[in-house]
C-alpha cells in the first residue's frame, strides 16, 4: 500500500538507470532476529542470543484457504537468572504480541535452545508432547516417538511443524506413535537389532538401549551396560520385578511354558517335604501341572 510503513530487511542495493533500487524482503529469517532486537532488551544487550530461526511465511493451501506463517526461534540465555524464553515473551506477552502484529499474525514458537540432541529435538516439536527421542549422532537423524494422540500435533498440518523443527535442530526428523513404533519392534525382533549394532541392554522402561554397540561387544560403551555381559542377563539394574532375582538364567530357560503363571510363592500342591533350600525357580520347575 503506498504510504504506508513497514519494517523489512535490505536484501540487496543495485544500480539500474533510473537510479539506486532497494530490493526489501519481509520472509527473511533475519527480520524476526531484528523484530526482537527492537522489542527485547536483553537481546539488544547481548543477555539473551537468538541461536537459530526457522521460518515458513503464510501461504494458501491446496483448498484454496490462507495459511498463516509460522515461525520457530531457539534462544539461550548468557547471564544467570535470566530466563531466555521469559524475556522474549515479557510480560503478559506484550514483547512476543508486538513481533506477532508485524509479521501479520504469524505464529511464533519460543524454545529454549540445549546442546542435548534429544532434547533439543524434543523441545523443538513443540507443543506436540514427546515420549521419547532415538538419535543417530553419525547420521543426525533423530527418531521420535509421541503417544498416539499426539502424533497430527507434532506432524503438524501438511508436516509444517515437523519440517520448522527439522530445520530449526539440524536434525532429519522421523515422527513415529507409541502403536506404530511397538509393531516395528515386535516385527524386527531381537535378532535384527543385534545384527544392526544396537545394545542389547535393556533399559528400566522395558526398552532396548539405543545407543550403537561396541566393536566385538553386545552392548554400548556404558559401564553399566557393559557389567551385563558378565551376570548373563540384558537387564539394566536386574531382573524384571516378575522374575526372582536370584533365579539363574539356565532354570529360567528350561521351566516349562505354564509356569509364568504360577504365583512367585510354591503353590500349596506342592510336596511338603520339598527342601527349603531349593530355589524359587527350581521348585517351580519340579511342581505337577496341575499347579497352573
Same mark, same amino acid.
Given at each position: 500500500m503506498t504510504g504506508a510503513r513497514i519494517k523489512a530487511v535490505i536484501m540487496r542495493v543495485e544500480e539500474s538507470a533510473k537510479g539506486p533500487q532497494v530490493k526489501l524482503s519481509r520472509r527473511s529469517e533475519e527480520l524476526v532476529r531484528k523484530l526482537f532486537e527492537l522489542e527485547v532488551p536483553e537481546i539488544a544487550d547481548g543477555l539473551v542470543e537468538i541461536r537459530q530461526v526457522a521460518r515458513e511465511?503464510?501461504?494458501?493451501?491446496?483448498?484454496?484457504?490462507?495459511?498463516?506463517?509460522?515461525?520457530?526461534?531457539?534462544?539461550?540465555?548468557?547471564?544467570?537468572?535470566?530466563?531466555?524464553?521469559?524475556?522474549?515473551?515479557?510480560?503478559?506477552?506484550? #514483547?512476543?504480541?508486538?513481533?506477532?502484529?508485524?509479521?501479520?499474525?504469524?505464529?511464533?514458537?519460543?524454545?529454549?535452545?540445549?546442546?542435548?540432541?534429544?532434547?533439543?529435538?524434543?523441545?523443538?516439536?513443540?507443543p506436540a508432547r514427546v515420549r521419547e527421542v532415538l538419535v543417530d549422532d553419525e547420521g543426525r537423524q533423530a527418531t521420535v516417538i509421541v503417544p498416539d494422540d499426539q502424533l497430527s500435533l507434532a506432524i503438524g498440518r501438511e508436516g509444517q511443524n515437523a519440517r520448522l523443527a527439522a530445520r530449526l535442530t539440524?536434525?532429519?526428523?522421523?515422527?513415529?506413535?507409541?502403536?506404530?513404533?511397538? #509393531?516395528?519392534?515386535?516385527?524386527?525382533?531381537?535378532?535384527?537389532?543385534?545384527?544392526?549394532?544396537?545394545?542389547?541392554?535393556?533399559?528400566?522402561?522395558? #526398552?532396548?538401549?539405543?545407543?550403537?554397540?561396541?566393536?566385538?561387544?553386545?552392548?554400548?560403551?556404558?559401564?553399566?551396560?557393559?557389567?551385563?555381559?558378565?551376570?548373563g542377563s540384558d537387564h539394566v539394574g536386574g531382573p524384571p520385578a516378575d522374575v526372582p532375582a536370584?533365579?539363574?538364567?539356565?532354570?529360567l530357560a528350561e521351566a516349562p511354558a505354564e509356569a509364568a503363571e504360577v504365583p512367585a510363592e510354591v503353590p500349596a500342591e506342592v510336596?511338603?517335604?520339598?527342601?527349603?533350600e531349593v530355589p524359587p525357580a527350581q521348585a517351580l520347575a519340579d511342581a505337577p501341572e496341575q499347579s497352573s
Open positions: 511465511t503464510g501461504y494458501r493451501g491446496r483448498d484454496g484457504k490462507p495459511v498463516p506463517g509460522r515461525c520457530k526461534i531457539a534462544v539461550i540465555s548468557h547471564a544467570d537468572g535470566v530466563d531466555p524464553v521469559g524475556a522474549c515473551v515479557g510480560p503478559r506477552g506484550s #514483547r512476543v504480541r508486538m513481533v506477532v502484529s508485524e509479521l501479520r499474525g504469524e505464529r511464533i514458537d519460543i524454545i529454549p535452545y540445549n546442546d542435548d540432541a534429544a532434547r533439543f529435538v524434543a523441545k523443538a516439536l513443540s539440524g536434525w532429519r526428523v522421523d515422527i513415529k506413535s507409541e502403536s506404530e513404533f511397538s #509393531r516395528e519392534e515386535a516385527d524386527h525382533g531381537y535378532e535384527e537389532e543385534t545384527v544392526s549394532g544396537r545394545c542389547a541392554a535393556i533399559l528400566s522402561t522395558g #526398552r532396548r538401549c539405543p545407543n550403537a554397540s561396541l566393536p566385538g561387544s553386545r552392548f554400548c560403551g556404558l559401564e553399566p551396560h557393559q557389567a551385563l555381559a558378565a551376570t536370584e533365579a539363574p538364567a539356565e532354570a510336596p511338603a517335604e520339598a527342601p527349603a
